[in-house]
C-alpha cells in the first residue's frame, strides 16, 4: 500500500469514528479486529515497508484516543500516564539513537496503540455493566476465528512448516493465536466468576461450554508457553470460584494419548539441549544460545542499551550460529529490552505492570474477587514474555489491555464513589 492509499485508508476509518462516534470505533475494532489480518494482508504490497490497511487502522486508534482526550477532558488521563507514560518516553529517547530509527519508531507507534486501549477504556467503561460488555463483545468478536480454526483443521490448511498441524485461524503465526486463545479463555472465565456480572442462564452455560473448544484449540497451536499460562488461569478459576474447572486437568493424559504429537512437544525439550553436529538445538536451547550471547553485548551498554528494535541489527554479530537472513528477533521481552533499552527501559516495562498489579490488587480488596482472573491472565502474559515476541503480538494485546483498562476504570468509579459527600438529614 502506497503513502496515499494509507493516508486515505486512515482517513476512511477517522470519519467512521467521527460520524459514528469513538465508543462505536472502539465497539466495532474489538469485535472484528480478531479476524482481519488475512483480508488487511491482501492490501500490502509493497511500499512503506508493506503496511496495508492495518497500518491504517493502528493509526486511526492513535488518532480516536488523542481526540478522547481533547475532547473529554473530565475524564482523567493520569491513571494511563502513570502506567504507560515512563516507558513510552524511554522507547521515544532510545529511538533516536537506534541504528534504523525508521523501524524503531514503528515500535514506539505499536506501543503506544497499547497504550491507547489501555486509555480508550476509561473513557467507556463507567461502570460493571459496561464493563460487562465490552467482555462479552471480545467473546463474540472470537466466533470467527473459532470458525476459521475448525475449516483450517477440516480442510487440512493447518500444517505450519516443518511443526506439522499447528493451528492458527486468522493470525500470522499459531503463537499468536495462542496468546489471542489465552486472552479470551481469561476474559470468559472472568465473567463466570463475577457474580456482579449477573449474566442469564443460557449465556452462562454457553460460556461454560466455550471453555472447552478454547483448551482444545489452544493445545493445537502447540504453544508451550500459552498451555502455561492457560494453566495458571484454570488453576486460578478453579482454586477461587469453581472446582469443577480443574477437572479440565484430568483431560490431559487422554490429551497426549489421543494426539501423540502433544507429548513429543513436550518431550522436544528433553533433546537437542547442546550444540552437537548430529543433533539440532531445540527452540529452548536455541533461545539460551541467542540470549547469552545478546548479554554479553549488554554489558557494554549496560544503561541505555544499544537502541530501540536494534536487536536484529547486531544479533548475527553475536550469535554464535549462522541465522537465516542473518537477523532474528530476541524470543524475549526482557532480553530485548535489557539489550534496546538498558536497565532503564527494563526497569520501566517492569514498573508498568507492578503499578498494573497494585491497581487489580486494590480491586479485589474492594470486593470485586473477579480481578484475580485478570492477575492471572497478566501472569500468563508475562510468562509468555519470557520467551516470546510479544511486544508485536499487537491484537491479542489490544484486548488485553482494554480488559485491564476496563477493571481500573471500575477502580476509579469505586473510589470516586466512596470520596462522594453523603448528603445529611436537616
Given amino acids: 500500500m502506497g503513502r496515499p492509499m494509507l493516508i486515505a485508508a486512515s482517513a476512511l476509518l477517522i470519519l467512521f469514528a467521527w460520524f459514528a462516534g469513538p465508543r462505536r470505533f472502539v465497539e466495532v475494532i474489538l469485535l472484528t479486529r480478531s479476524a482481519l489480518d488475512p483480508v488487511f494482508n491482501l492490501t500490502k504490497a509493497g511500499g512503506l515497508e508493506d503496511m496495508g490497511v492495518g497500518a491504517s487502522v493502528n493509526l486511526a486508534v492513535l488518532v480516536v484516543a488523542a481526540a478522547c482526550v ?33 523501524t524503531a519508531i514503528r515500535l514506539v507507534m505499536l506501543l503506544a496503540t497499547h497504550a491507547a486501549f489501555c486509555l480508550l477504556a476509561f473513557y467507556f467503561v463507567r461502570d460493571l455493566a459496561d464493563l460487562r460488555r465490552f467482555l462479552l463483545l471480545i467473546v463474540a468478536g472470537s466466533i470467527v476465528p473459532t470458525l476459521y480454526a475448525g475449516l483450517q483443521l477440516a480442510m487440512g490448511w493447518a500444517e505450519f512448516g516443518d511443526d506439522g498441524i499447528r493451528v492458527y485461524s486468522s493470525f500470522p503465526h499459531p503463537n499468536i493465536y495462542a496468546f489471542y486463545l489465552m486472552t479470551v479463555l481469561a476474559v470468559v472465565l472472568t465473567l463466570l466468576a463475577g457474580k456482579s456480572f449477573a449474566l442469564t442462564p443460557w449465556l452462562r452455560r454457553a460460556l461454560v461450554l466455550y471453555v472447552p473448544v478454547l483448551l482444545g484449540l489452544l493445545l493445537l497451536t502447540k504453544t508451550r508457553s500459552a498451555w502455561a499460562g492457560a494453566g495458571l488461569i484454570l488453576v486460578t478459576h478453579g482454586l477461587l470460584f469453581d472446582r469443577r474447572t480443574l477437572l479440565y486437568f484430568l483431560g490431559l493424559p487422554a490429551a ?18 547442546t550444540m552437537d553436529a548430529y543433533e539440532k538445538l531445540n527452540s529452548y536451547a536455541f533461545r539460551l544460545l541467542l540470549w547469552q550471547g545478546a548479554m554479553t553485548w549488554f554489558w557494554e551498554r549496560p544503561l541505555f542499551g544499544w537502541g530501540l528494535s536494534s536487536f536484529g541489527h547486531y544479533v548475527a554479530q553475536f550469535m554464535p550460529l549462522r541465522l537465516e537472513n542473518d537477523t532474528i528477533d530476541s524470543h524475549s521481552v526482557y532480553v530485548q529490552f535489557l539489550f534496546e533499552t538498558g536497565v532503564i527501559g527494563f526497569l520501566a516495562y517492569l514498573w508498568l505492570y507492578a503499578r498494573l498489579f497494585a491497581l487489580i490488587g486494590q480491586l479485589i480488596l474492594r470486593g470485586e474477587r473477579w480481578a484475580w482472573m485478570l492477575l492471572a491472565m497478566t501472569a500468563g502474559y508475562l510468562s509468555m514474555a519470557y520467551s516470546d515476541n510479544m511486544l508485536y503480538y499487537l491484537i491479542p494485546t489490544w484486548y488485553m489491555w482494554f480488559v485491564l483498562g476496563g477493571a481500573c476504570a471500575v477502580l476509579g468509579q469505586r473510589r470516586a464513589v466512596r470520596r462522594r459527600p453523603v448528603a445529611l438529614p436537616a
Fill in 70 to 102: 481533547v475532547t473529554r477532558p473530565r475524564v482523567s488521563t493520569a491513571p494511563t500516564a502513570a502506567l504507560w507514560l515512563p516507558l513510552l518516553l524511554v522507547c521515544l529517547v532510545s529511538s533516536r539513537f537506534a541504528p534504523d530509527p525508521g
Fill in 256 to 273: 497426549l494419548l489421543a494426539v501423540p504429537e502433544f507429548a513429543e512437544r513436550l518431550a522436544d525439550l528433553q533433546q537437542g539441549n
